[in-house]
């Protein structure tokens, strides 16, 4: 199974996610992303400048998950 860093932008701040997580798919990966994005949507009061920036192992983004208006889109 791919493992997959989740690293959360919010509101212009990043974290990272240092440790990452074993999953099925790029699929199964967004879904994860769109469920972070959900949990820190009370958090979120930029969604400009809010997202999920999902990587490999490699460390390349795979894709982005965007915060909308405190909800996940995309």
């Known amino acids: 199974m791919p493992r997959y860093f989740f690293n959360v932008v919010l509101d212009g ?3 990272v996610d240092g440790e990452g997580r ?3 798919d790029d699929g199964a990966a967004r879904a994860h992303a769109r469920h ?3 949990l820190l949507a009370d958090r979120c009061h930029d969604p400009i ?3 999920v920036a999902v990587s490999g192992l490699d460390g390349h983004l795979a894709f982005k998950v965007p915060f909308q208006g405190g909800k996940s889109r995309g």
Do not use: A, G, H, Y
């Open 13 to 15: 701040r990043p974290t």
């Open 36 to 38: 972070l994005t959900v």
């Open 49 to 51: 400048n809010s997202f």
């Open 22 to 24: 074993n999953l099925e």
